[in-house]
């Protein structure tokens, strides 16, 4: 199976303009996040997906760059244009904020193709700040591993422990914390980008919950990793100290 790993990269963040290119431990994060892809033994290729010149011409550097339109509402939409260029079995979404992203995740998402439609990655929630940060996405999955929601509030409502702190509601029950990180198989990919944004994916403006609302099912693949991606410019100093450990 071919697989091509993909970073989408815009330079406009809200909360962090010019993100990709903000210098962590000496080099731009973007080529962090190239760097760890490349460890990952599944993707055949790494690109880099962008409609701005200046983050191409910094990663140009280190790894290929697409250039894609500039009016795609989502990073999904702007894979799935790169993607349409390629001959390619199945692609891998890697965040371009991700810059400690383990390449065992990487593989874990990639290899769940073989039998999935769709594949993502989760990990315990552990710690008490997360349970209640809209932030940090929970999921819960079916028997076989699959996606059976995804919600910025803390699921499964506990009955007996709602009235206990976070700590102990995480000591009740194993809660999974999503992580950002998308494995498609090509045909899926090219449906998912046709329709449109549905009802529970406007109302937690989520994305994956579109592929849900359809039919499609997600693998989630149970991962032992901290995530620790960049939001806002506090958190450069924070993956700069787990960089030097």
Excluded at 55 to 84: K, L, N, Y
Excluded at 138 to 144: E, F, G, S, W, Y
Excluded at 146 to 164: C, K, M, N, V
Excluded at 189 to 204: F, I, K, Q
């Amino acid at each position: 199976m071919r697989i091509l790993g993909i970073i989408p990269a815009r330079y406009g963040a809200t909360r962090f303009p010019g993100k990709p290119l903000h210098c962590i431990a000496g080099k731009p994060m973007l080529q962090h996040v190239v760097e760890r892809c490349l460890q990952a033994r599944s993707l055949s290729e790494v690109l880099v997906a962008t409609d701005d010149e200046r983050i191409a011409a910094c990663a140009r550097g280190f790894c290929r760059v697409e250039m894609t339109r500039a009016d795609h509402p989502s990073g999904t939409d702007r894979i799935a244009e790169v993607a349409a260029r390629h001959a390619c079995d199945a692609v891998v979404n890697v965040q371009g904020d991700e810059p400690l992203m383990d390449p065992a995740v990487i593989d874990a998402v990639a290899t769940a193709l073989a039998d999935a439609p769709m594949s993502t990655a989760a990990t315990i929630l552990r710690h008490a700040d997360e349970y209640e940060n809209r932030n940090v996405v929970k999921v819960v999955v079916n028997t076989r591993g699959e996606a059976l929601y995804f919600s910025r509030h803390a699921i499964p409502f506990l009955r007996d422990e709602a009235g206990q702190p976070a700590l102990a509601q995480l000591a009740a029950f194993p809660f999974l914390k999503h992580l950002g990180i998308y494995g498609y198989r090509r045909d899926t990919l090219e449906r998912l980008v046709l329709w449109p944004p549905s009802p529970l994916e406007r109302a937690e403006k989520l994305e994956q919950l579109r592929a849900l609302e359809n039919g499609i099912a997600i693998k989630v693949c149970r991962v032992d990793y901290e995530a620790a991606g960049v939001d806002t410019p506090e958190d450069v100093a924070r993956v700069e100290a787990l960089l030097r450990r």
